[in-house]
Nanobody
Framework: QLEESGGGLAQAGASLRLSCTAS????????MAWFRQAPGKEREFVAG????????YYADSVKGRFTISRDNAKNTVYLDMNSLKPEDTAIYYC???????????????????WGQGTQVTVSS
């Protein structure tokens, strides 16, 4: 089970940290990612973290502003979001994949487990 937290309302230019805590699973055995879905739009990849090592991947729209990281001791994945923009408004989902080839990193269908999502709203 994956559970997200940390969403909320923020002004443009502000920062938020999202957390994804796993229960019943050890996150360092999974590739982890954050996706988001805005109203009327498809779910889109935001950031990913490989199972082994520290390689990270980002959507162009968040590169340089968002950072994904993992704390194995806390069994938690984070998404630090800086310089927020109104277009970042969406429900943010945490996802985990048991086996993930590099070329599938940004594909939602490649992930096996999902959280319920947490709402992020950025006002201008």
């Amino acid at each position: 089970q994956l559970e997200e937290s940390g969403g909320g309302l923020a002004q443009a230019g502000a920062s938020l940290r999202l957390s994804c805590t796993a229960s019943g699973r050890t996150i360092n055995q999974y590739a982890m990612a954050w996706f988001r879905q805005a109203p009327g739009k498809e779910r889109e990849f935001v950031a990913g973290l490989r199972r082994m090592g520290s390689n990270t991947y980002y959507a162009d729209s968040v590169k340089g502003r968002f950072t994904i990281s993992r704390d194995n001791a806390k069994n938690t994945v984070y998404l630090d979001m800086n310089s927020l923009k109104p277009e970042d408004t969406a429900i943010y989902y945490c996802a985990a994949a048991r086996g993930l080839i590099l070329s599938s990193t940004a594909l939602a269908r490649a992930y096996d487990y999902w959280g319920q999502g947490t709402q992020v709203t950025v006002s201008s």
